[in-house]
């Protein structure tokens, strides 16, 4: 693998109490090319602008995908991964539906692992730090016309964050929209399943939500995901969360969450849930917590749910609730504070 290492380090000038999400950018970026059938050209250079060409196919066909993880650091000074390789074979589901190239496990770990080395001062200390890492492939060939791309772009860019969400969030059932439909892309990690929902969004915060729930194409019955986020709810002491299919994301933090109610012996159902239930759980008081899951959002408590005009208000978070209990769980697991009996962390040095 080529290394050019950055003749001047951005990193004296972080401001690590202001960490705007996704906006600060680490001093490398990894690049690797397939071309002619083969990867190749694997490398590590410092950040900045990529020359693409105007014909670039995925600038005119959309076949551009990518994934979200995180890199820690543990109290001991040690870099940690959460789950890396199930990051991996994601990217490659994503690429398989959208008619791309995969990406080897050698060379996503490898460019991953070393990029992290060589830019590991920027991974921020501090409970709700982490390093953001954003893996991505991108259509290359420069031509005019509807088919597969035979060139393609592996990137990974890394962004030190603090927290997504910074307060509960309120949320609107989305009743005419619709972020996926069956036999769709809905599954995958594609660019455009994020800008289709940007419009509809957009309007909903102007209402003063947000995020939305997205529900069901066929019928606007059944949620399915939330912004940034799988979707879970606690009711009746039971965990229940939208079941995986072909319109909604198979979640990483989402499986990790069901993984360690299971060993807490918690109930928990995957399973089609309706608007309905969730507003019958609210008036018998049944529904204790509704919460989203994900790499950015890790887990995000819901304080407000909006349906058909009305805003339901749902019972405040403890300490001792689920969701803020298993909060703290797959942060100590993280960061490498309690025992992983999963295997899910991945040390990097």
Known sequence: MEI????????PGLDINNLPFGKVFSDHMFLAEYTDGQWSKSRIVPYGDLQLSPAS???HYGQSIFEGMKSYRSDSGEVLLFRPTDNQKRLNVSAERMAMQDVPEEIFMEGLVELLRIDQNWIPTGDGRSLYIRPFLIASDNYIGVKPSDSYLFLIITTPVG?????PLKVKVEKTF???VEGGVGFVKASGNYGRSLYPTSLAKKDGYDQLIWTDAREHKYVEESGTMNLMFVIDDVLITPKLGDTIL??????SVLTLARDWK???EERKISVDEIVEGFHS???QEAFGTGTAATIAHISNIGFDGKDYELPKITPESFSSRVGKMLDDIRRGRVEDIHGWVYKVC
């Open 163 to 167: 927290a997504y969400y910074d307060h």
């Open 57 to 59: 196919s995925m600038m």
């Open 4 to 11: 050019k290492k950055t003749s001047h380090s951005r990193l």
């Open 285 to 287: 008081g049944k529904l």
């Open 178 to 180: 619709f972020r996926a």
């Open 250 to 255: 198979a979640g990483i933090t989402r499986d």
């Open 266 to 268: 918690m109930k928990v």
